[in-house]
C-alpha cells in the first residue's frame, strides 16, 4: 500500500473528513493526492499546476459531503479525475431509553449511524436492554450533551416523554449544529412543549427546528413502526428531501 | 487487495457515486458497488489489476456488448475505477 493510500486509511479510521483524489486515465492513471480541509496535503498526480486545481475544487466539496468526478483541462490536455470526500460516520443521538429507541438504534446501526442513547434513570438505561449501542450513558442530558460535540453530522432524536428530560435536551439541542431534531409528543403535547421552550427564552427560529410530531406520517403504531418513521424521516433530511 | 468505487451513474443505480467495493486476491468481496448486477464483473476487473494490469475504468450498462451477462436491471449506466491498493 503506497503512502497516500496509508494516510487515507488512517484517516477514515479515525473518523475525519479528508478528501483523496485520484487519476481515472491516461499516463498518471491511479495517482494519488489526498487533502484536508484545513489545506494540508500529501501526495501529487502528476503535474503541480492539476494538483493546485483538484485542491481549490476538493476545498468546494468538502463541505458538501459530495464525492464527485471531475474533468481538469492541463497543458497535456484533459485529465479525469475522482475526488472522493471521506466523511466521519453520522451519529444518532437518542434521549429515552424506551422501546422505540431500542428499535431506533438497530435500524440507525444498519444505516452506519454511530448510536449513544441517554438516560437518566438506571432502570431504563440497561445494558440488557441497549446492549446494541455504540454507548449508553446514564445521565441527564443537559450535563452529558456538551460533551459530546454535537456537530452537523449529528442527529438528536428526544424520546423520553418526561419534560424533566426532554426540555433540557432540546433547549440544549435547538441550540446546537445539530441536523436533525425531533421530538416524541403529539401536536397538544408538542404546542405544550413549544410554549415551555419560548418562555426559557429560545427563538421562533430555534424552537421550529424541532420535527414534531415526530417520523414520517406511515401511520406508524407499534414502537418498532413508530422508530421506522424516525429513520425515514432522517434519512430524509439528509438528502435534503 | 483491489478497490472498485464507483465513479459516475448515468441515469439511475441502486448506489450512490463514491460506493466502494474491496476484492482480495482470493476473490472475497467486501462493500458493492451496484444491486448486485456487476459485482461479479468487478471482481474479475479486480483480479486481473491484482495480476499486474493498470488501474482502469469499466463501464457497465445497457449500452455494453456484455449487456446479457452484467448489464444493469435498472437500465442506468455506470463507471466503475478499478485500482491495486
Known amino acids: 500500500m503506497d503512502e ?4 487515507f486509511e488512517q484517516a477514515v479510521r479515525e473518523a475525519r473528513l479528508v478528501a483523496l483524489a485520484t487519476v481515472l486515465a491516461g499516463p498518471q492513471v491511479g495517482a494519488r493526492l489526498l487533502l484536508w480541509p484545513d489545506g494540508a496535503k500529501l501526495g501529487t498526480l502528476g503535474d503541480p499546476n492539476l494538483d493546485i486545481a483538484v485542491a481549490v475544487h476538493a476545498a468546494y466539496l468538502l463541505p458538501t ?4 468526478r471531475v474533468t481538469f483541462a492541463t ?15 453520522p451519529r444518532l443521538v437518542i434521549i429515552g431509553a424506551v422501546h422505540i429507541a431500542a428499535a431506533l438504534v438497530t435500524f440507525g446501526k444498519t444505516l452506519g449511524y454511530n448510536t449513544v442513547v441517554i438516560d437518566p434513570r438506571s432502570a431504563f438505561a440497561t445494558p440488557a436492554r441497549f446492549g446494541h449501542a455504540d454507548r449508553l450513558i446514564a445521565g441527564w442530558p443537559d450535563a452529558v450533551l456538551p460533551a459530546l460535540g454535537i456537530d452537523e453530522a449529528t442527529c438528536i432524536v428526544i424520546l423520553s416523554h418526561d419534560e424533566k428530560i426532554d426540555d433540557p435536551a432540546l433547549r440544549y439541542a435547538c441550540r446546537s449544529p445539530a441536523r436533525y431534531i425531533g421530538a416524541l409528543g403529539s401536536r397538544r403535547t408538542h404546542a405544550a412543549r413549544v410554549e415551555r421552550l419560548l418562555g426559557a427564552g429560545l427563538t421562533d427560529e430555534e424552537v421550529a427546528r424541532i420535527h414534531a410530531p415526530i417520523g414520517l406520517n406511515i401511520g406508524a403504531r407499534r414502537p418498532e413502526e413508530i422508530a421506522l418513521a424516525i429513520m425515514a424521516e432522517i434519512v430524509a433530511t439528509r438528502n435534503l428531501k | 487487495m483491489a478497490l472498485a468505487t464507483l465513479v459516475k451513474i448515468y441515469g439511475s443505480a441502486p448506489q450512490p457515486v463514491g460506493a466502494r467495493m474491496a476484492v482480495s486476491s482470493a476473490g472475497e468481496m467486501a462493500g458493492s458497488v451496484s444491486g448486485g448486477c456487476v459485482e461479479g464483473a468487478v471482481v474479475q476487473e479486480a483480479l486481473a489489476v491484482l495480476a499486474g494490469a493498470p488501474p482502469h475504468l469499466v463501464t457497465y450498462g445497457i449500452a455494453d456488448e456484455l449487456a446479457q451477462s452484467v448489464g ?8 466503475v475505477f478499478v485500482e491495486a491498493i
Open chain 1, 4 to 7: 497516500v493510500f496509508a494516510a
Open chain 1, 65 to 68: 459531503l459530495h464525492s464527485e
Open chain 1, 75 to 89: 497543458a497535456q490536455g484533459p485529465v479525469d479525475v475522482f475526488i472522493t470526500i471521506e466523511m466521519p460516520p
Open chain 2, 72 to 79: 444493469l436491471a435498472c437500465g442506468g449506466v455506470i463507471d
